[in-house]
């Protein structure tokens, strides 16, 4: 949990990227697969160039935002107070974007298989996350469940959350649930994610008119 909640994980992950790019790059040909269709089958090539090292890049872009969303924040005080939880959804999401960039190499080295079905797990993990952030986030105007009424009301955002953070979790089971029916666990994932996020804008609306 420690190294889940570090500030040195992104930067380890990050760096771990721009090496694995670095020492496949001459074993890779010029060209290399770097998209995949909603069933897991080959759909898009890149230059090497370009596809080893966007993810790494895309990475160190969105932990430099990271870092400076909590300053521009106005409410500040109150990310500081779910920092833990904060650091543990950038560790994921950087984790994530590591572990596709890792399936791409693998995939491009000759051992091919169902993109979609490998992608599942981190999926389930990085849903699972959500749900952790959003167990102790306090109202600020960029992490979290930012409808009109939760930015509104204190009561709203924390009963929001609270209910958002047990959904989250539960919706973590249903990208595991395309291991078994793998025609379409991109629906199962994508629609649980959606189907929750509506429930959650909704929810907020009507405990707000309740007030």
């Avoid at 005080?77 to 920092?83: A, C, P, R, Y």
């Amino acid at each position: 949990m420690v190294i889940l909640k570090s500030k040195l994980t992104p930067v380890f992950i990050i760096v771990a990227a721009f090496l694995l790019s670095i020492c496949f790059y001459n074993l890779l040909p010029q060209r290399i697969v770097s998209h995949w269709g909603l069933y897991g089958e080959p759909n898009g090539m890149s230059d090497k160039s370009i596809a080893l090292f966007m993810m790494p890049i895309i990475g160190t872009f969105m932990y430099i935002l990271f870092l400076f969303i909590p300053k521009l924040d106005p409410l500040k005080k109150n990310i500081k107070s779910f920092e833990g939880q904060f650091n543990i959804f950038i560790n994921g999401i950087l984790f994530f974007l590591f572990y596709i960039h890792t399936l791409m190499i693998v995939w491009n080295t000759g051992y091919q298989f169902n993109f979609i079905l490998f992608l599942t797990p981190a999926f389930s993990l990085l849903t699972y996350s959500i749900g952790i952030l959003l167990e102790k986030a306090k109202r600020n105007w960029f992490i979290g469940i930012r409808t009109p009424w939760t930015l509104s009301s204190d009561k709203v955002w924390d009963k929001t959350h609270k209910l958002g953070s047990k959904l989250y979790k539960y919706a973590a089971v249903f990208p595991l649930l395309g291991i078994v029916f793998q025609n379409y666990a991109f629906y199962l994932t994508i629609f649980s994610l959606v189907g929750v996020s509506l429930y959650l804008v909704v929810y907020s609306y009507l405990e707000f008119k309740k007030e």
